[in-house]
């Protein structure tokens, strides 16, 4: 059975989305981040976009320069809209585009930061987790692994999150091991 592709046409809905994907990160986006991970599947059609940034810019989203780059954070109304309206988005599309967001999102931090590990986690209508792990091979700056797990609760989240930022090195060395790299 063919998995349905994922589309937004409606600006509202798409408003909500880039409100529900900063919120589930927790850190603002840029647009060109934003353009790439609702582009993932054709969800999301640029112009419509682009519509949608200008609609949330002020509202449900402030705009600011980091390293000369626009990106954007929500505002309190913004995080409700995420919180209140992110659950009417279908299951399926919120996982697909969280999961492109983590890679997005883990590319680029790692680009500036020189990271080889990111840790994201995102909280679901029935309060468990889901944590986004990114390794990236630190000889060939490429992706290593993606993990996802999940945990019970935003607490355990946080713990299991803090964990393997505290031993990266150890946590890819137990995957290296385990998958015999």
Known sequence: MEIPRIRIDDVDDICVL???????LGCPLSKSQLCEITSFEDAVNFFDLTNA?????????LDTD???ETVFANTPTGIKA??????SLPLSIREKLFSEAVRVYTRDAM???GSFLSVRYIKNADDTC???ITIMDEATARKKYYVELSAE???DADIIKHKIK?????FAKMLDEYFGK
């Open 166 to 170: 505290s031993d990266g090195r150890g």
């Open 82 to 87: 995420a919180r209140d309206l992110g659950a």
């Open 153 to 155: 609760s935003e607490q």
């Open 18 to 24: 880039i409100c529900y994907l900063i919120y589930s």
């Open 66 to 68: 980091v390293d000369g």
């Open 111 to 113: 680009k500036k930061k």
């Open 130 to 132: 889901t944590i986004g």
């Open 53 to 61: 940034l200008e609609k949330v810019r002020g509202h449900l989203c």
